[in-house]
Each structure stands twice: as C-alpha cells, then as structure tokens.
C-alpha cells in the first residue's frame, strides 16, 4: 500500500495529473471546433506543462513542499529533465506562428517565478493578481494557440470559447486558494482573504452561471455542447462549495485538478451519444 500510494504522489508532485488536465482542455478546444490534428500540439502541451508547473513549484523550493518532497526531488529532477527534451522535439514540428502564440504565455510562466520586479517580487507575489494570471496562461494554451495552430480566426465562438476558460480556469482555482489561506502571506489579497469563504464560493458560483449563460449565443451550438456545459457546471459547484480550509490531502491536488479531464470525458460520451 506504501508503494501504491508514494507512486501516486510522485504522479501528484511531478506534475503529470496537472499536464493531463492542460492536454485535456486542449482536446476538449480542437472536439469543440472539429480540428482535425496529429496530437503534436497535444504532446507539446503536455510536456510544456510538466516543465512549467515543476518550475514554478520546486524552483524555490517553499517550507510547504521541502519535507514532503525531498526523497522524491531527483526522479522529478529527471521526469523534467525528460520533459524539457520531448518538448524541444514537438515543439520542432510546430510551426513558428504556434511558438509565438505560445511565448507570451511562457514569459508569464518565467515572470509568474523569477523575481523581476523592485524588492524581489515576482508575479506571483503582486497582491491579488495571482489567480488571473493563471487563469490568462491556461486559457491562451488550451483555447487561442491550438486555434491558431489549425489556423483558425478569431471568430465569435472562439471569443466566447475563450471567455468561458478563462472563468472556468478561476473558479477551479478558488479551492486551491481557500486551501492556501493558512499558507498565504496577508499581502497577496487572495481572493478569500479579501472576501471570506463564504463569499469567495458565492463569487465562483456567479462567474459559473455566466460561463453557462454564454453557451448560449454561440452561433453553432449543438446538444452535446450544452449538456457537457450544465454537467461540468454542476460539477464544478459542487466541488466549489464542498471546498474548506480544512480538506483531505487530495481533495485540491487530484480532484479538484480533474475536473478538465472530467469535462473532456463528458463530452466525448456526450457526442458518442448524441453526436
């Protein structure tokens, strides 16, 4: 049972559930608009996502992971360094539109870490900017490259596509952040920390109802479309408002970090069912 469990949290540490997450919704983006690909721009997303997650996690090492992951630092040491590899080799069959489209999303990743700014602030600690910059990063890699990658143009479903993952991506992030209230400096300005739980919960709910609401006025919208929406909502509230301060160790790390893989799953059974 030891082993089971510390090969699932070598799965959890190293990134590879948050990589399937970013994969997932890139999927989901080219299901959505019937792009017709080879999985290279799948592949290249996924290792980019290893390597950008275990560089912002692990490359100052914070007091909240240095116990847990110590013994475990040299196999995710070398998965990353497997991962940066693989991504030059995908990333080599891309095209270069594709590179650029994705290289603001790469400076924010590096900016979101390095310290840049005066008293060695980086992103990440600017107050209550956090969750938003995510939220712009996971939505310009899932949604606006791989439309650009199957050179598609910036149509009303894809403004309205964009703006639906970009609300999605911040309230699957509200739990982290309510996870994070022990852990988190006052000066951030989380969002629970400015508004409470409660609130924060209430916030989330309302930025779900508009991302449902905007399912409506795109101009090509089948059933599938809006039954795999309404089911991901209803999932996403109920993992919002089963968020606490206090929660099992996996509530965040693996289900909550599942919801995109859910929402890719649901639609797949959706359009195998009423496609």
């Excluded at 964009?162 to 996870?179: D, G, K, Y």
Aim: proline share 3%.
């Amino acid at each position: 049972m030891k082993v089971v469990k510390s090969i699932f949290n070598f799965y959890l540490n190293s990134s590879i559930h948050v990589a399937l997450a970013v994969a997932a919704l890139v999927k989901l983006t080219f299901l959505k608009f019937e792009i017709l690909e080879d999985n290279k721009y799948i592949y290249f997303s996924f290792f980019s996502a290893i390597v950008a997650y275990n560089f912002v996690k692990y490359a100052n090492i914070s007091k909240l992971y240095h116990k847990q992951l110590t013994k475990s630092m040299t196999s995710i040491k070398i998965l990353t360094g497997i991962s940066v590899v693989l991504l030059m080799y995908f990333g080599s069959q891309l095209s270069r539109d594709t590179l650029l489209c994705m290289l603001p999303f790469g400076l924010l990743t590096i900016l979101y870490t390095v310290p840049i700014f005066p008293n060695k602030k980086n992103l990440r600690s600017v107050a209550g900017i956090k969750i938003f910059i995510i939220g712009v990063t996971w939505t310009g890699i899932t949604v606006l490259t791989p439309i650009l990658y199957a050179e598609g143009t910036l149509l009303i479903d894809v403004i309205i596509e964009v703006t639906q993952r970009f609300l999605f991506i911040v309230v699957i992030m509200l739990p982290f952040e309510i996870r994070d209230l022990q852990y988190d400096r006052k000066e951030l300005e989380t969002i629970p920390q400015k508004i409470g739980i409660t609130r924060t919960k209430v916030f989330g709910s309302i930025l779900l109802v508009i991302f449902l609401l905007l399912t409506a006025f795109k101009n090509e919208l089948f059933s599938t479309e809006i039954l795999s929406s309404v089911a991901i909502t209803i999932i996403s509230l109920l993992f919002l408002w089963g968020t606490d301060k206090k929660q099992s160790e996996y509530f965040c790390s693996f289900w909550v970090e599942s919801i995109p893989i859910m929402w890719l799953f649901i639609l797949v059974l959706m359009q195998s069912l009423f496609g």
